[in-house]
C-alpha cells in the first residue's frame, strides 16, 4: 500500500510540471542547443503567481490585438506593394499569440474580458489606418510596436526584480517577442511611417489608446 501510495505521488503529485513534449518551431530558436525534445520545468516552485497571471494575460490580449490590427491592415492593403510587408510581420504575430494561447492554459490564466473589445477594435484600427493609405498604416505599427517593445521592457525589469531564474524561460520568451516588434517598428519607419498625415497626432493618440489598453487588459 505503501509502495502504490509513493508512484500515485510520482505520476500525480507535480501539478507545476508540464510533461515532456515536442518543441515547436518558436521554441527550437531558443533551445536548439538542448536538442529536439524539452523536460517543462517551468513554474518553478515559489513564482509570484499574481505576477505571473498578469504578465500572460496582459502579453495574450496585446498579441491578439495586434493580430486583428494586422488582418484590418489585409484587408485593405492585401493587393498592394505594402502586403507581403504587413503579411510577414502578421505571421510572427501569429507565433506570438499562439505561444501565449499556449501558456494561458498551461498556467491556467483567465483571459482580459474584453477581448470581444479587442476584436472590433484592433480590426477597425487597422482597416481605419490603412484606408488613409500605405503610410498611415505603417505609422499605426510604428506607434503600436513601440508601446509594446517599451511594456515588454518593463516586464523583463519586474521578472529580473524577482527572481530571474525562476522566470528564465517566460524572460527569454519575451526577450524574442520584444526583438520581433522592434524589427516591426524599424520596418514601419523604412517604408515611410513618418510621412504620413499628421503622424505626430496619430501616433500619439494611438499610443495612447495602447497604454488604456494594457492598463485595463491586466486588471480585468
Known amino acids: 500500500m505503501l509502495l502504490l501510495s509513493v508512484r500515485l505521488f510520482l505520476v500525480r503529485g507535480r501539478p507545476n510540471r508540464a510533461p515532456v513534449r515536442e518543441l515547436r518551431p518558436f521554441e527550437a530558436g531558443l533551445y536548439g542547443a538542448l536538442g529536439s525534445r524539452l523536460v517543462s520545468l517551468w513554474p518553478a516552485v515559489g513564482v509570484n503567481k ?3 497571471d498578469r504578465i500572460i494575460r496582459v502579453d495574450h490580449a496585446g498579441e491578439y490585438g495586434a493580430n486583428r490590427i494586422y488582418a484590418g491592415q489585409m484587408a485593405i492593403l492585401s493587393r498592394t506593394a505594402a502586403g507581403p510587408v504587413i503579411q510577414h510581420m502578421w505571421t510572427q504575430e501569429k507565433a506570438h ?3 501565449f494561447e499556449e501558456l494561458m492554459v498551461e498556467h491556467r490564466v483567465r483571459p482580459t474580458i474584453l ?5 472590433l477594435s484592433g480590426f477597425a484600427l487597422g482597416a481605419g489606418t490603412a484606408l488613409l493609405g500605405k503610410q498611415a498604416a505603417m505609422a499605426c505599427t ?3 510596436e513601440e508601446s509594446i517593445a517599451e511594456h515588454y521592457n518593463g516586464q523583463i525589469r519586474t521578472l529580473m526584480e524577482e527572481d530571474p531564474e525562476k522566470y ?3 524572460l527569454q520568451v519575451i526577450k524574442k517577442f520584444r526583438d520581433e516588434e522592434l524589427e516591426h517598428h524599424d520596418t514601419g519607419l523604412e517604408h ?8 505626430s497626432v ?4 494611438i499610443q495612447i489608446g495602447c497604454k488604456a489598453a494594457i492598463f485595463l487588459s491586466e486588471r480585468i
Open 142 to 144: 510604428v506607434a503600436i
Open 97 to 99: 499569440l499562439e505561444k
Open 115 to 119: 477581448m470581444p473589445f479587442w476584436y
Open 202 to 205: 496619430l501616433k500619439n493618440i
Open 192 to 199: 515611410n511611417a513618418e510621412l504620413a498625415p499628421a503622424y
Open 168 to 170: 528564465q524561460y517566460l
Open 50 to 52: 499574481a505576477v505571473l
